[in-house]
Structure formats: structure tokens, C-alpha cells
């Protein structure tokens, strides 16, 4: 589970590690229940 979330997590472009800790979670978690996830606009 949770393998997109590495993938984008792991390339530099897409810019993952500036999300917060808290939103990380939230996308994880979500790809765990559904095997997708959203990503949240932050500012």
C-alpha cells in the first residue's frame, strides 16, 4: 500500500517534502483507504 505516495515522495520535482507533516500524513493515509490521494493546496 502507499506506493504512490513514495513515488512522489522520492522525486525531487514534485516537490513532496515541502508539504507539512500533517498533510504528508493526511495524503498517506488516504492512499491507504483508496488507494489514491488528493493533494491538498497549501500556502
Known sequence: ???L???M?????TK???FS???LCMM???EKEN???SI????
Open 1 to 3: 500500500m502507499a506506493r
Open 5 to 7: 505516495y513514495y513515488k
Open 9 to 13: 515522495l522520492e522525486k525531487e520535482k
Open 16 to 18: 513532496f517534502w515541502h
Open 21 to 23: 507533516y500533517m498533510s
Open 28 to 30: 498517506y493515509d488516504e
Open 35 to 37: 488507494g489514491c490521494f
Open 40 to 43: 491538498p493546496e497549501e500556502t
